[in-house]
């Protein structure tokens, strides 16, 4: 009768290693399958410059440096000027209307972008140095024209829309630039001047 009890015992016992076994495996699965996914970090858009057939030949940010004046851009996008997008950044702002200033503009262009000056002198585009830095050309000389930001004239540095600017040694400004354009686009590039110096760099051509 003994041994019949001792038998019994030890069936069981042996059925409940087995169970309790058999529970940790699953709680290991069940842990695993719980363990969180790695997740990809989200595509920050920087240009639309391919809905206007240009393959970008750089990525921005993309910085040129011409006599200790550094220009970068950080982001470019090219709206219809009758977009929502465009109008609603030139009433914000009060960008003059295109029919008085710009009769024939297509395209309103806004740059976000970062002036720094590495130079030992004092720089910017101001009553005694209105030259341009940069130009934004295009096919045949063309160019992005410049426009004028009526909320923020006469206010220097601004850092929501540009116009003029001071900047002392080692100063730097991050800010953004609107521009209208009425050509096609085949190409674009930089075109930085400073102190007779001159830079260029190909932005994009034609994807044709």
Do not use: C
Not at 114 to 139: C, E, F, H, P, Q
Request: glycine content about 4%; cysteine-free.
């Amino acid at each position: 009768m003994l041994k019949k009890i001792l038998r019994t015992s030890l069936a069981v016992s042996l059925v409940g290693l087995l169970l309790e076994s058999g529970s940790l495996q699953e709680g290991k699965v069940a842990t695993a399958a719980a363990a969180p996914t790695t997740t990809k970090a989200p595509v920050v858009m920087t240009d639309n410059l391919s809905k206007y057939g240009l393959e970008k030949e750089v990525t921005f940010p993309l910085t040129t440096t011409v006599n200790g004046l550094s220009y970068t851009i950080h982001k470019m996008m090219i709206y219809d000027i009758k977009s929502a997008d465009a109008q609603a950044l030139m009433k914000k702002y009060k960008y003059p209307a295109t029919v008085d200033y710009y009769p024939n503009a297509k395209y309103f262009i806004w740059t976000k972008i970062s002036i720094v000056n590495n130079s030992k002198s004092t720089m910017g585009i101001y009553a005694r140095d209105t030259n341009k830095k940069w130009k934004l050309v295009l096919d045949e000389g063309k160019q992005f024209e410049p426009v004028i930001p009526m909320a923020t004239l006469g206010k220097f540095n601004s850092k929501e829309a540009l116009w003029d600017f001071i900047l002392k040694p080692g100063e730097k400004l991050d800010t953004y630039q609107a521009f209208e354009y009425d050509g096609s686009f085949k190409s674009l590039r930089i075109l930085m001047t400073y102190k007779d110096n001159m830079k260029e760099v190909y932005i994009a051509n034609s994807q044709k």
